[in-house]
């Protein structure tokens, strides 16, 4: 059931006739919000759907466990447990594949045949999400950040929380877990933030990024373009990757402000960022800032020298490159990015002088959509002919009316973004006055509704 | 105690401030599409894929004022074998235009073109050559419209409804859509491909790679609804016009050794089922490497039978043949 399609409005339409008066009961509401999200997620694969109630509820009991036991020892066994359970399952459904082609590749390299037959696991929607919210929750109750949740249905209330369940934001337990034991009020101003972000998040999936999605595939479905080109559609793959996951995290945030819920906000204007640690601080911030304090810190970060941060930055990228999926690609992206990052903090070590603001942000947004072009790639082999210039240099006769579709899709993004970043307040359109502003948002609904599919086409963050 | 409806109202208000101006929004651009629906001032909607952008530009290609006086009409071979920047054209008093259309197409589709472009162009054309593939006289044809692309979005009645169709087609309008497959790495999008074709004359290229040939099991045999069509045709051209007619080439490992004298046999036959001035004496076949696919040459083989093609036509038009035109290397005289 995607955001962007008529099944889902159907359903939320009733759950929310549903919610309306079932608010007032905090118990009810968790109820029906676990019901709600059980059938939401139950409607991709009812497999799965016990799969991520397993692995939850695994987490409730643990979390528990850790909180009763004493012994400092035991609690690292039990956390580890935990670990190893999500990371296990995680690892099965995500890298199997991958890892059982590597070993053949390994082996054939030594002229030894492998045993191990190579073969495609399903991946479960959203697992890499609600996965890692889980991880985190535990960690906190670990840590003493939080105590354990003693209501089961309050815990899967807030792991299952349908609005972000199958691409983020990572919710935080500390931020999010709370409001599912107090009654939230819904309120006017957070149905115009609601109407805002749904209307913009919309937009951005079903116009921006549905649009741009042919073009991107034009290009990156062929190997044989000039590199030029394949330079536009990286630019264009830029644009469309961040319209479609900013949109779903947009729309997940309308939703929960309609239900009386906060959710973080998963990006803040990236494409404005003048370093690559700004870019991280505003792409993808919940999974960034869940690495920075479950993998980035516990490694040591920053505090044990130059050297060991520098291998910090480089591991936990590639890392974050791997949790995207399995291939080599997202790999080099990720390393490509660490690398970026290495730069970056070896630069600020040395205190040499800042670049003025265009040079910085000209050369972060340069290092950013080289990394696109890894990302988007199809496997190396594509890299390689790309970089050896084996499509030629010329560009094809119909490079212009490439660069107009682009054009025409990014526009008001650029538009509405540049405003955004000016005034610093994501919010202005919520501020315009009525006329301006019923004009404003009648044109992105009126877009929104030309350019709808029923069945909606799939986020780009769901195969993650 | 229950509020007063005043005071009811006053809590309603900041809600209905929240909600009304998306509504209202919405509501004023419904007005906006209706009312460019009923000024009608929108163009046609655009079709998206290969055929809808063919069948739309040689549509409007047959409408416009044109110098030419030899037009080429026919099937996917007509559109795609010919190079018309190929032929020297200029001091042969001759100005040709292709108006090729698609395979599967009826006859008297071709015919219908004619009308208009000599309706639209009064005097013009002197001659029509129709260039067919041999196994389009077998084939049962499909009327194809714009609407039957897969490539075009679907049409919704909300859309309809609530005027906002035209809306989409204005955007749409100016929108390239990319294509799919070899057409989309060698065209991009449709308005490369219009744009391709008004560069070259109304001719296109087939970027595709024949990949395995079949050998024909049975000759060809001119179906009888083809010999109904060749009726139509003849009787939808305008009266003025002479007709020339010609077979295209067939990969030579899908023919067999006799193929060049069927291939010669079926376009006497098609001569006089059409009337025609004169059939043309065109090359039978071609080593398959030649071909883009079954029916369609690759571009580099285009302009040498191009030039073979003229060389045909100027000699059926003059009653003498150029005699320098140069042929394509293995090509299977008759």
């Known amino acids: 059931m995607l955001f962007n399609s008529n099944t889902f409005l159907l359903f939320f339409a009733l759950f929310y006739l549903a919610y309306l008066p079932l608010r007032k009961s905090v118990a009810l509401r968790n109820a029906l919000i676990l019901l709600g999200s059980l059938i939401f997620y139950g409607s991709w694969s009812v497999p799965f759907l016990g799969l991520m109630v397993f692995t939850a509820s695994m987490d409730f009991v643990l979390a528990l466990l850790i909180s009763r036991v004493k012994s400092g020892g035991y609690r690292r066994l039990l956390l580890i447990g935990s670990l190893a359970l999500n990371l296990g399952i995680l690892g099965y459904f995500k890298y199997a594949g991958f890892a059982l082609e590597l070993w053949s590749d390994l082996l054939s390299a030594f002229h030894r045949e492998s045993t191990a037959k190579v073969f495609a696991v399903i991946l479960p929607v959203g697992i890499s999400f609600y996965v890692f919210q889980s991880i985190g929750y535990v960690f906190d109750v670990y840590r003493g950040l939080i105590p354990p949740e003693r209501n089961w249905i309050k815990f899967l209330s807030f792991v299952s929380f349908f609005p972000q369940l199958v691409a983020g934001p990572i919710e935080r337990a500390p931020q999010l877990a709370p409001q599912f034991s107090v009654r939230q009020e819904i309120t006017v101003p957070g149905c115009a933030e609601a109407i805002w972000l749904l209307l913009w998040g919309f937009f951005k999936k079903v116009v921006s990024a549905d649009n741009l999605a042919p073009y991107v595939d034009l290009v990156f479905g062929q190997e044989t373009f000039a590199p030029g080109l394949y330079a536009l559609a990286t630019v264009a793959f830029g644009l469309q990757i961040y319209c479609d996951f900013s949109g779903y995290s947009d729309i997940a945030r309308g939703l929960a402000k309609l239900l009386g819920f906060d959710i973080i906000s998963n990006f803040n204007l990236p494409y404005f960022s003048r370093n690559l640690r700004e870019f991280w601080g505003r792409w993808h911030i919940s999974l960034s800032s869940w690495f920075r304090d479950y993998l980035y810190i516990p490694l040591g970060g920053n505090r044990r020298g130059l050297e060991r941060t520098c291998q910090n930055l480089l591991a936990v990228m590639v890392i974050a490159g791997l949790w995207h999926g399995a291939g080599w690609p997202f790999v080099l992206w990720g390393a490509w990015l660490g690398l970026g990052l290495v730069i970056n903090h070896l630069w600020r070590a040395a205190a040499l002088p800042a670049l003025g603001w265009a040079p910085s942000w000209f050369v972060t947004m340069l290092v950013v959509f080289l990394g696109w072009f890894l990302f988007r790639a199809r496997s190396l082999e594509q890299i390689y002919t790309v970089l050896c210039l084996n499509g030629g240099v010329a560009m094809p006769f119909w490079t212009w009316f490439f660069v107009r579709g682009v054009l025409i899709f990014a526009v008001p993004l650029l538009l509405v973004e540049t405003i955004q970043f000016l005034r610093k307040d994501r919010l202005w359109p919520v501020k315009l006055p009525f006329l301006p502003q019923s004009i404003f948002y009648g044109a992105l609904a009126a877009l929104v509704v030309i350019y709808w599919k029923q069945e909606g086409t799939p986020f780009i963050y769901f195969q993650f | ?334």
């Not at chain 2, 309706?119 to 419209?145: C, D, F, H, K, T």
């Not at chain 2, 057409?183 to 070259?200: E, I, K, P, V």
Request: charged content about 20%.
């Open chain 2, 1 to 334: 105690m229950r509020p007063r409806f005043t005071q009811r109202f006053a809590q309603a208000r900041p809600l209905a401030r929240v909600f009304a101006p998306p509504l209202l929004g919405f509501l004023l651009v419904v007005v906006l599409g209706k009312a460019i629906e009923w000024t009608g001032h929108i163009p046609a909607r655009r079709g998206f894929g290969i055929e809808d952008v063919i069948l739309q530009h040689q549509r409007a290609a047959s409408s416009e004022a044109s110098n030419a006086n030899l037009l080429f009409v026919g099937d996917s071979t007509c559109l795609m074998n010919l190079d018309l920047s190929a032929v020297p054209a200029a001091g042969s008093g001759i100005q040709p235009l292709n108006l090729g259309m698609l395979s599967m197409l009826p006859l008297p589709s071709f015919a219908e073109l004619v009308a208009e472009f000599a309706q639209r162009n009064p005097g013009r054309p002197a001659y029509v050559v129709l260039l067919i593939s041999p196994g389009m006289v077998e084939q049962e044809p499909v009327a194809l419209s714009p609407a039957s692309s897969s490539s075009a979005p679907p049409r919704t009645s909300f859309l309809e409804i609530a005027g906002l169709r035209r809306l989409r087609d204005l955007i749409q309008g100016s929108l390239p859509v990319a294509l799919p497959g070899r057409y989309g790495r060698f065209y991009g999008f449709d308005l490369g491909l219009d744009q391709f074709m008004r560069q070259h004359q109304g001719s296109a290229i087939d970027p595709g790679e024949l990949s395995r040939t079949s050998k024909r099991p049975h000759p060809i045999e001119i179906k009888e609804a083809f010999r109904e069509e060749c009726a139509a045709f003849r009787a939808k051209l305008p009266q003025h016009c002479r007709l020339l007619v010609g077979l295209a080439p067939v990969p030579r490992e899908e023919s067999g050794g006799d193929f060049p004298l069927h291939h010669k046999q079926l376009t006497s036959e098609l001569g006089t089922l059409l009337g025609t001035e004169q059939a043309l004496q065109l090359p039978a076949s071609y080593p398959a490497l030649l071909f883009a696919s079954s029916t369609h040459l690759k571009a580099q083989a285009r302009a040498a039978y191009t030039r073979q093609v003229w060389k045909a036509v100027l000699k059926a038009v003059r009653g003498s043949g150029s005699g320098t035109v140069p042929d394509v290397p293995g090509s299977e005289q008759k």
